[in-house]
């Protein structure tokens, strides 16, 4: 069993930065992904960054240069990296691990970007 707990969201103007944390526990060791995926209202769940076990990462055209996703396989974290945010950003953040073939989800955090 994996448990995933995100934080860091929150309310940041355009062009500000977050840091969004993905707390990993249970049984890790089946994980070989790690990825954050974001849905806006109306909008369908979609990938945003995702980093595999042997360190390749892949990011949606949409944020490319913005965002950085990393990972403490010690401290078992994923983290999201957010820069040059705009409205668009907008949406609720779900800390995702594909183990296992399955797909496992945190509880979402929001992230809104207003002025």
């Known amino acids: 069993q994996v448990q995933l707990v995100e934080s860091g969201g929150g309310l940041v103007q355009p062009g500000g930065s977050l840091r969004l944390s993905c707390a990993v526990s249970g049984s890790t060791i089946s994980i070989n992904v790690r990825g954050w995926y974001r849905q806006a209202p109306g909008k369908q769940r979609e990938l945003v960054a995702r980093?595999?076990?042997?360190?390749?990462?892949n990011y949606a055209d949409s944020v490319k240069g913005r965002f950085t996703i990393s990972r403490d396989n010690v401290k078992n974290m994923v983290y999201l990296q957010m820069n040059s945010l705009k409205p668009e950003d907008t949406a609720v953040y779900y800390c995702?691990?594909?183990?296992?073939?399955?797909?496992?989800w945190g509880q979402g955090t929001q992230v809104t970007v207003s002025s």
């Open positions: 980093i595999a076990s042997g360190g390749s990462t």
């Open positions: 995702n691990v594909v183990a296992g073939g399955r797909y496992l």
